[in-house]
């Protein structure tokens, strides 16, 4: 399947059937989501009353933040070993959209924080400043691809950046146990399963799978763009020879 689509001219084609799904699909999920968390589960009042329901936006949004930068990072790597033009676009495409749901993650979580914790932000909680180093990633990313005068230097630059920065993702995850976190450990993935109930569960993984479809859809929109435009400036340069 991979292989089959690692072609930009097939990709094409899938895509132009697969992102009307995912932005149908993954908006219905959403919107479910949405519906059942803020209007139909009851409040917990163990995690504050109604704030809680922000854990429907933030946690998914949490989630995709570091599964983004985690496909960034692999697209990278396969751009770096096999120069797979197509894993470059990707990667390209991925890092806006990655800053876009870290940014809804950082916001939803001050809202959530302020509240429960009494404050907005916590300088020394280990969480909080790992997904702020984690958006400097994906910024970094994107400037630092800026800031080179070939598509060829930007394709390197931001891979090796991409692949460093790669080892922050296991660290949000696991900062809750290795350092001081205001967080509390994990509930939904965990060795011995899901410790909330079933139904805040339910609910929280169809809008997780809403985003996840949604970002889908939308990293595929940005890649046929950047796969056309590619294409138009090689059209162009091939015209300037002739």
């Given amino acids: ?31 479910w989501g949405l519906w059942q968390g803020l209007w139909i589960v009851p409040k917990d009042e163990y995690q504050g009353g109604d704030i809680m329901r922000v854990m429907f936006i933030h946690v998914p949004a949490a989630w995709l933040a570091m599964a983004s930068y985690s496909a960034l990072a692999i697209a990278s790597f396969i751009w770096f ?9 990707a990667a390209k495409s991925i890092a806006p959209l ?17 509240p429960t914790w009494g404050t907005w932000w916590q300088w020394d909680d280990a ?12 910024l970094g990313y994107m400037a630092l691809r800026a800031a080179m005068d070939t598509r060829q230097k930007a394709a390197r630059a931001g891979a090796i950046l991409a692949m460093v920065g790669a080892v922050n993702v296991p660290l949000i995850k696991f900062s809750v146990d290795l350092f001081t976190s205001l967080h509390q450990p994990a509930s939904v993935i965990t060795a011995e399963g899901p410790k909330m109930a079933a139904v805040y569960l339910v609910p929280l993984m169809v809008s997780a799978l809403g985003h996840s479809l949604l970002f889908g859809a939308l990293v ?23």
């Fill in 1 to 31: 399947m991979w292989s089959y689509l690692a072609n930009p001219h097939r990709f094409l084609k899938f895509s132009a059937i697969a992102a009307p799904l995912f932005y149908s699909a993954g908006a219905l999920c959403i919107l």
């Fill in 81 to 89: 070993i096999w120069r797979h033009e197509l894993a470059d676009i």
């Fill in 98 to 114: 990655g800053a876009a749901w870290t940014v809804i993650c950082l916001a939803t979580g001050a809202i959530w924080g302020k």
């Fill in 127 to 138: 969480r909080m400043m790992s997904v702020l180093f984690l958006l400097f990633l994906f």
């Fill in 220 to 242: 595929m929109t940005h890649m046929r763009t950047e796969i056309r435009q590619r294409r138009i400036a090689r059209l162009r340069a091939a015209m300037l020879e002739a």
